[in-house]
């Protein structure tokens, strides 16, 4: 039996912990959500997760997963967001994808290609969604410095910084935080992917 979302508050500020690679999680949220608030304007997903190892390395169930976190899971949330966008005449969708997800990434092959449905999704939503004023975009950062980041030795954060990324510098969350507001202000925005890398995936050397 899926567990229901906890609820922790905080002034105008709800947070709900669910698990998105359940079905019933995902929907759970939003009618929280929408219990909570009334209405549902905006859906960013951000969830996601390092899955290593490629071909040979690779379990049935990490794969799995992979799709199940990346990917079914924003199939399951916009499903149960959209009629509620609808009915109040429009909303926001952003996904969020990553640069591994555009170009070949070594040992990381169940993560790149989860990854790389995003864009496709979000122009396939973007499509069948537009009558109804919704819009939604795809954003592919790459190297932020977060947690996720913690993993790679100092030799490759150095290595990042000095020979990948052309503007020499990690990108911060804040860099793509103020990217997925703007695609929610911009009402004339849909059907996009944009990269945030600082330039990574456009180098040749």
């Given at each position: 039996?899926?567990r229901q979302?906890?609820l922790f508050?905080?002034?105008?500020?709800?947070?709900?912990?669910?698990?998105?690679?359940?079905?019933?999680?995902?929907?759970?949220?939003v009618?929280?959500?929408?219990?909570?608030?009334?209405?549902?304007?905006?859906?960013?997903?951000?969830?996601?997760g390092?899955?290593?190892?490629?071909?040979?390395?690779?379990?049935?169930?990490?794969?799995m997963?992979?799709?199940?976190?990346?990917?079914?899971?924003?199939?399951?949330?916009?499903?149960?967001?959209?009629?509620?966008?609808?009915k109040?005449?429009?909303?926001?969708?952003?996904?969020?994808?990553?640069?591994?997800?555009l170009?070949?990434?070594?040992g990381?092959l169940?993560?790149?290609?989860?990854?790389?449905?995003?864009?496709?999704f979000?122009?396939?939503?973007?499509?069948?969604?537009?009558?109804?004023?919704?819009?939604?975009?795809?954003?592919s950062?790459?190297?932020?410095?977060?947690?996720?980041?913690?993993?790679?030795?100092?030799?490759?954060?150095?290595?990042?910084?000095?020979?990948?990324?052309?503007?020499?510098?990690?990108?911060?969350?804040?860099?793509v935080?103020?990217?997925?507001m703007?695609?929610?202000?911009n009402?004339?925005v849909?059907?996009e992917?944009?990269?945030?890398?600082?330039?990574?995936?456009m180098?040749?050397?």
């Open positions: 039996m899926a979302p906890e508050s905080t002034s105008d500020i709800r947070f709900f912990k669910a698990d998105v690679a359940d079905p019933a999680a995902c929907r759970g949220s009618d929280q959500m929408v219990k909570e608030f009334g209405r549902l304007d905006v859906l960013v997903h951000a969830a996601g390092a899955v290593p190892g490629g071909l040979g390395q690779v379990t049935d169930d990490s794969w997963n992979a799709f199940a976190v990346h990917v079914h899971s924003v199939f399951h949330l916009a499903r149960s967001a959209v009629p509620h966008m609808t109040q005449g429009g909303g926001a969708i952003v996904l969020l994808a990553s640069v591994a997800g170009r070949g990434c070594l990381a169940a993560y790149g290609v989860a990854k790389g449905a995003l864009p496709q979000a122009r396939g939503l973007a499509r069948e969604l537009a009558d109804h004023n919704i819009r939604v975009n795809c954003v950062p790459g190297i932020i410095r977060t947690p996720f980041q913690d993993s790679l030795t100092p030799e490759q954060a150095e290595n990042n910084i000095q020979n990948r990324i052309p503007l020499h510098r990690e990108g911060m969350p804040e860099d935080a103020h990217l997925i703007s695609l929610i202000e009402d004339f849909t059907g992917n944009f990269v945030i890398d600082g330039g990574m995936a180098r040749i050397v």
